[in-house]
T-cell receptor, first 114, second 114 residues
Framework: GEDVEQSLFLSVREGDSSVINCTYT??????LYWYKQEPGAGLQLLTY?????DMKQDQRLTVLLNKKDKHLSLRIADTQTGDSAIYFC??????????????FGTGTKLQVIP | DAGVIQSPRHEVTEMGQEVTLRCKPI?????LFWYRQTMMRGLELLIY????????DSGMPEDRFSAKMPNASFSTLKIQPSEPRDSAVYFC????????????FGSGTRLTVV
């Protein structure tokens, strides 16, 4: 809900770790998501975290949530050229009238340099 | 499951013509969303349905846009008459289980109005 902000661009070398950051404004957010969009394709859900968690790990992906600062990050370990894409952060706020509202950030374009 | 299926993938039309975009959500998903993506405005939610009923159409830009979901397996987004500023990529997405665990996006329809 409200605003979700991300930096527009990140460049890393292959093999390094990437950290993509996101801030959100709605303190009532219940779920937070990371999506990946490759050129010419739709958004693909990578992972999500519930707001009562502070970390979630899934293979090369680590999500960190600082609820106090309303800050979400996605760390990609051992970044590969296939990770080059646009990454969207999104948050969901509790249902209003029974239905939740999801707000997407502007996306961070990750460029991986071989 | 084949995922969310959108057609056509690309559409080029002349200003003033009617355009119909189609979407088949994932079977069993009770939420369906239409988004528009442009460089200038990012990802915008146009409308969403729950159990085939339109819930929030506040993102529909103007009366030229309309969306229907006659059954659980099909939705359309219609623009009549189309204008060059409608040129964008239109995504359909579906979600189940209250859509808490993220959405599945289709590959999108790239619309060009000349």
């Amino acid at each position: 809900g409200e605003d979700v902000e991300q930096s527009l661009f990140l460049s890393v070398r292959e093999g390094d770790s990437s950290v993509i950051n996101c801030t959100y404004t709605d303190s009532s957010s219940t779920y937070l998501y990371w999506y990946k969009q490759e050129p010419g394709a739709g958004l693909q859900l990578l992972t999500y975290i519930f707001s009562n968690m502070d970390m979630k790990q899934d293979q090369r992906l680590t999500v960190l949530l600082n609820k106090k600062d309303k800050h979400l990050s996605l760390r990609i370990a051992d970044t590969q050229t296939g990770d080059s894409a646009i990454y969207f952060c999104a948050d969901a706020v509790p249902p209003s009238g029974g239905y939740q509202k999801v707000t997407f950030g502007t996306g961070t374009k990750l460029q991986v340099i071989p | 499951d084949a995922g969310v299926i959108q057609s056509p993938r690309h559409e080029v039309t002349e200003m003033g013509q009617e355009v119909t975009l189609r979407c088949k959500p994932i079977s069993g998903h009770d939420y369906l969303f239409w988004y528009r993506q442009t460089m200038m405005r990012g990802l915008e939610l146009l409308i969403y349905f729950n159990n085939n009923v339109p819930i929030d159409d506040s993102g529909m830009p103007e009366d030229r846009f309309s969306a229907k979901m006659p059954n659980a397996s099909f939705s359309t987004l219609k623009i009549q008459p189309s204008e060059p500023r409608d040129s964008a990529v239109y995504f359909c997405a579906s979600g189940g289980q209250g859509a808490n665990y993220g959405y599945t996006f289709g590959s999108g329809t790239r619309l060009t109005v000349v």
